[in-house]
């Protein structure tokens, strides 16, 4: 009865945690990644620090060089997407093209004319100008909103890395003396585990660009450069940034006047760079520094689209892997610790071990 009571509370504990971060999330979003971009910074604002700059010029220069490292990566695709703007009107009537297609299949198929399909649509489509002006305003809203948390991110960073040490001492009073030098290696292994994890995922980017970016090039797709650099982008944003990119760049590939060969094409490239990513990048790359069990990488990153939406399922990893190394580190919270980890993380991750399987004890 007292572990069930114990793991009860903890249930309790886990649920009210949810809620709240639901109904703060304006507040903890950009909040959240500002920390993580303060653990993902802070190697640069200590080696400035180190060459003879103060704090305040250190931690300025590191986002200074993180927001020319992306503002460069926009001019790139803005660069990419003037070219692609020049074929719209060729990729606008080539999907026409394939919307009526596919209006006959509906018609040979289920006796549905193209009138009948075009009253359903117009039905569907009622109070178009309402509907028009509000999705206007919706995405004026949203521009704006994501202007002002992106300031605001940037101005959490700012403080995160600024007042590291500070909020570093904090947490150890929070804790009894003995208890100290634990605290101390869990914040170390957090950052630790963050910076690696992000390094990690920015260095496979890169590669999948290269990759993808000579896959599409092969198979004949027009602007191939964009739409590696879009995959790329998207993996940011497990399992589905991924699936995502290969939609948009078969369904452009389509309107670009491809045939079945180009689209086959794009599916056969998605399907090797997914194969090279999964058992050769992760494990060389990003490495086993987050070691989450796969269902529990696939489960928080559900939970988190649920609570925070897209930055939640951008952050939930990261965040994950920060709570299992407190888990790891305190005494009652391992299990939990052990449950979330991978199983037999310390075995070889070779290609060979991955595709044969394991040991026969398993």
Same mark, same amino acid.
């Given at each position: 009865?007292?572990?069930?009571?114990?793991?009860?509370?903890?249930?309790?504990?886990?649920?009210?945690?949810?809620?709240?971060?639901?109904?703060?999330?304006?507040?903890?979003?950009?909040?959240?990644?500002?920390?993580?971009?303060?653990?993902?910074?802070?190697? /640069?604002?200590?080696?400035?620090?180190?060459?003879?700059?103060?704090?305040?010029?250190?931690?300025?220069?590191?986002?200074?060089?993180?927001?020319?490292?992306?503002?460069?990566?926009?001019?790139?695709?803005?660069?990419?997407?003037?070219?692609?703007?020049?074929?719209?009107?060729?990729?606008?009537?080539?999907?026409?093209?394939?919307?009526?297609?596919?209006?006959?299949?509906?018609?040979?198929?289920?006796?549905?004319?193209?009138?009948?399909?075009?009253?359903?649509l117009q039905e569907q489509q009622s109070g178009g100008m309402e509907k028009a002006a509000g999705i206007a305003l919706s995405t004026l809203t949203s521009f704006f909103g994501l202007v002002v948390d992106t300031v605001l991110v940037m101005v959490y960073v700012f403080l995160f890395i600024y007042f590291r040490s500070h909020f570093k001492n904090f947490v150890l009073r929070l804790v009894?003396?003995?208890?100290?030098?634990?605290?101390?290696?869990?914040?170390?292994?957090?950052?630790?585990?963050?910076?690696?994890?992000?390094?990690?995922?920015?260095?496979?980017? /890169?590669?999948?660009? /290269?990759?993808?970016?000579?896959?599409?090039?092969?198979?004949?797709?027009?602007?191939?450069?964009?739409?590696?650099?879009?995959?790329?982008?998207?993996?940011?944003?497990?399992?589905?940034?991924?699936?995502?990119?290969?939609?948009?760049?078969?369904?452009?590939?389509?309107?670009?006047?491809?045939?079945?060969?180009?689209?086959?094409?794009?599916?056969?490239?998605?399907?090797?760079?997914?194969?090279?990513?999964?058992?050769?990048?992760?494990?060389?790359?990003?490495?086993?520094?987050?070691?989450?069990?796969?269902?529990?990488?696939?489960?928080?990153?559900?939970?988190?689209?649920?609570?925070?939406?897209?930055?939640?399922?951008?952050?939930?990893?990261?965040?994950?892997?920060?709570?299992? /190394?407190?888990?790891?580190?305190?005494?009652?919270?391992?299990?939990?610790?052990?449950?979330?980890?991978?199983?037999?993380?310390?075995?070889?991750?070779?290609?060979?071990?991955?595709?044969?399987?394991?040991?026969?004890?398993?």
């Amino acid at each position: 009865m007292p572990y069930l009571s114990r793991t009860l509370r903890i249930l309790t504990l886990f649920l009210l945690s949810v809620v709240l971060l639901y109904l703060a999330a304006p507040v903890l979003i950009p909040l959240t990644f500002g920390a993580v971009l303060a653990m993902l910074l802070i190697p /640069v604002s200590r080696w400035l620090e180190n060459k003879g700059l103060n704090r305040v010029l250190s931690s300025f220069l590191s986002i200074f060089f993180f927001l020319i490292l992306v503002a460069a990566l926009v001019a790139l695709l803005q660069w990419q997407i003037g070219d692609l703007v020049k074929d719209f009107s060729k990729i606008e009537a080539q999907l026409r093209s394939l919307l009526g297609q596919v209006k006959d299949y509906v018609y040979e198929k289920f006796g549905v004319s193209g009138r009948q399909q075009q009253q359903i649509l117009q039905e569907q489509q009622s109070g178009g100008m309402e509907k028009a002006a509000g999705i206007a305003l919706s995405t004026l809203t949203s521009f704006f909103g994501l202007v002002v948390d992106t300031v605001l991110v940037m101005v959490y960073v700012f403080l995160f890395i600024y007042f590291r040490s500070h909020f570093k001492n904090f947490v150890l009073r929070l804790v009894a003396v003995e208890n100290r030098l634990t605290a101390e290696k869990i914040i170390y292994r957090s950052t630790r585990v963050t910076q690696q994890y992000l390094t990690g995922l920015g260095m496979m980017i /890169v590669l999948l660009w /290269v990759m993808y970016g000579i896959g599409f090039s092969i198979v004949g797709i027009k602007n191939a450069v964009f739409f590696a650099i879009l995959c790329g982008i998207l993996e940011i944003v497990p399992f589905a940034g991924n699936i995502t990119g290969t939609a948009i760049t078969v369904l452009i590939a389509l309107g670009q006047g491809g045939n079945s060969n180009l689209v086959v094409g794009v599916l056969i490239t998605y399907a090797i760079v997914q194969f090279v990513q999964t058992y050769v990048l992760e494990p060389l790359v990003v490495g086993n520094q987050v070691n989450i069990n796969p269902l529990f990488t696939i489960l928080i990153i559900v939970v988190g689209e649920a609570v925070w939406g897209i930055a939640g399922m951008v952050l939930a990893i990261p965040v994950l892997g920060m709570f299992k /190394v407190m888990c790891d580190y305190i005494e009652p919270l391992k299990p939990y610790g052990y449950l979330i980890g991978a199983q037999n993380a310390k075995e070889d991750k070779s290609i060979f071990k991955k595709l044969f399987g394991g040991s026969a004890d398993d």
